[in-house]
Nanobody, 122 residues
């Protein structure tokens, strides 16, 4: 079992910055990749950014490239999302995800945090 707790979401003006953090606890050794997803009202949940916990390979949605940076601190079991130049369209609930990857061809599943609201508005 892995437990994820997000923090850092709040109301911010367009052009502003926020830093989201996600702390993982439990059996963190089984985590393969950690990521941030977001879901805006009436829209599907989408991947924002992800990072492989050991190889440090990152992946970003095109809409956030150059503005958002994902990082992780394995010693603290934390993954962070630095969000700069925020736009109103970034408004969403942001969820932390811990993906366990595969064992051979068997997908091991994933875990989700409870979400943190980010609102970008003037």
């Amino acid at each position: 079992q892995v437990h994820l707790v997000e923090s850092g979401g709040e109301l911010v003006r367009p052009g502003g910055s926020l830093r989201l953090s996600c702390v993982a606890s439990g059996d963190v050794r089984v985590i393969n990749t950690m990521g941030w997803y977001r879901q805006a009202p009436g829209k599907q949940r989408e991947l924002v950014a992800s990072i492989h916990v050991s190889r440090r390979i990152t992946n970003y949605a095109d809409s956030v490239k150059g503005r958002f940076t994902i990082s992780r601190d394995n010693a603290k079991n934390t993954v962070s999302l630095q969000m700069n130049s925020l736009k109103p369209e970034d408004t969403a609930v942001y969820y932390c995800n811990a993906d366990l990857g595969y064992s051979g061809t068997v997908y091991l599943g994933d875990y989700w945090g409870q979400g943190t609201q980010v609102t970008v508005s003037s």
